[in-house]
C-alpha cells in the first residue's frame, strides 16, 4: 500500500467496497469531490449532523451519530471498544459515505468532499493508527503533511517544533525509532503542517505511559486554547471529561449522552457505565 494510502488510514480495510464501483462505503482515494453546497443557520464550527453509515455494503456502523466541536473548544467522543468513533470521525473526514446525513464546516456543507479536499478545506485528521510513516525522519513526515502547499512551511515547522521540543530533538531521526508519545506528537504535528482550522484526533494518547499522557493532554489543550478547535476521540474517559467543552458518549453508533464534560461527569449513569464509578 502507498504512503499515501496510509497517511488517509485507508489501509486494511476488512470491506471489499474498493474493488466494489457501486459500493457506498470506504473510498480508495481517487473518488472526485462533489460541489460544495450552504451550510446552516447556528451551525457549530463542524458538525457530522445525523450521520448514518457503514463500510462497503455491510450494515450501517452509525445510526443517526450527532458530533460537533464550536470554535476554540474541545470535544470529546467516548464510548466503549467498537461503538463506532473511529468510524465517526472517519466519516467527518470523508471515509465512508453516509447513508444519511451531512458534514458541515465553517458555514460550508462538504459532504461531497473526498478526504483531500476537506484537507484543503481546512481539516487536519490523524487516525488512530498507522498515522506515520516509519522509514521517514521526523522532518519528512511534517514535510509530507504540508503536501497540499506550495508556500514556504518552515514557520510551520518551527511552530510544531516549539509545540513538540523533544520532537525536535529528533528531527533527523527516523520517525519509526521514536517512543510511542513522541510518535503521537509526530503525527500531531504532521496534521498540523497544514495549518487547519479543526483538528482531529483520534485516540491520541493510546499506549502511552500515564505521564506522557498529562503531557500530551497539556499540548492539546494549548493547541485548543490558540484558537484551534479539537475533535477527539479518547479512551481514557476521566480525563477527557476534564479537558472537554462537550462531551459525546457514543455507543452502538449512537449518540448515548452529550453535554460538557462536567454535565457528563455529574451523570450517575455515565460515571457508573463510563467512569468507573
Ligand atoms: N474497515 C472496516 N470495515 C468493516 N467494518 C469495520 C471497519 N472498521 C471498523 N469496522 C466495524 O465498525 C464497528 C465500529 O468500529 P470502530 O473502529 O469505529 O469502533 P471504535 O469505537 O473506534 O473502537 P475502539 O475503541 O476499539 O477504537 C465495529 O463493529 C468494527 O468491527
Ligand atoms: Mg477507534
Known amino acids: 500500500m502507498s504512503d499515501v494510502d496510509q497517511a488517509f488510514g485507508n489501509r486494511g480495510n ?35 449532523d445525523g450521520m448514518s453509515g457503514g463500510y462497503g455494503r455491510g450494515p450501517d456502523i452509525l445510526h443517526d451519530c450527532t458530533i460537533a466541536v464550536e470554535k476554540g473548544q474541545i470535544a470529546v467522543i467516548v464510548g466503549p471498544n467498537g461503538a463506532g468513533k473511529s468510524t465517526a470521525m472517519k466519516a467527518i473526514f470523508g471515509m465512508l459515505d453516509l447513508r444519511q446525513g451531512s458534514v458541515r464546516l465553517n458555514g460550508h456543507d462538504i459532504t461531497a468532499l473526498n478526504p483531500q479536499d476537506r484537507v484543503k478545506a481546512g481539516m487536519g485528521f490523524v487516525p488512530q493508527v498507522n498515522n506515520i510513516f516509519p522509514s521517514m525522519t521526523v522532518e519528512e513526515n511534517l514535510e509530507m503533511g504540508a503536501f497540499i502547499r506550495d508556500d514556504d512551511i518552515s514557520g510551520t515547522l518551527e511552530q510544531v517544533y516549539d509545540l513538540f521540543p523533544a520532537v525536535a530533538e529528533k528531527r533527523k531521526q527516523a520517525a519509526g525509532e521514536l517512543s510511542g508519545g513522541q510518535r ?94
Do not use: C, W
Open 14 to 48: 476488512r470491506d471489499a467496497s474498493v474493488v466494489n464501483p457501486r459500493g457506498r462505503g470506504t473510498i480508495d482515494g481517487s473518488r472526485r469531490s462533489g460541489a460544495i453546497g450552504p451550510g446552516k443557520d447556528g451551525d457549530p464550527f463542524l458538525i457530522g
Open 184 to 277: 503521537q506528537q509526530v503525527a500531531v504535528g504532521r496534521a498540523l503542517m497544514t495549518r487547519p482550522q479543526v483538528l482531529m484526533l483520534d485516540e491520541p494518547t493510546a499506549g502511552v505511559s500515564p505521564i506522557v499522557m498529562d503531557e500530551l493532554f497539556d499540548r492539546i489543550i494549548a493547541i485548543a486554547r490558540g484558537g484551534l478547535p479539537v475533535l477527539m476521540v479518547e479512551q481514557n474517559a476521566q480525563q477527557a471529561m476534564n479537558i472537554a467543552d462537550k462531551a459525546y458518549v457514543l455507543v452502538q453508533g449512537a449518540n448515548a449522552h452529550t453535554g460538557t464534560g462536567k454535565e457528563l461527569m455529574a451523570n450517575d449513569e455515565v460515571r457508573r457505565t463510563f467512569l468507573g464509578g
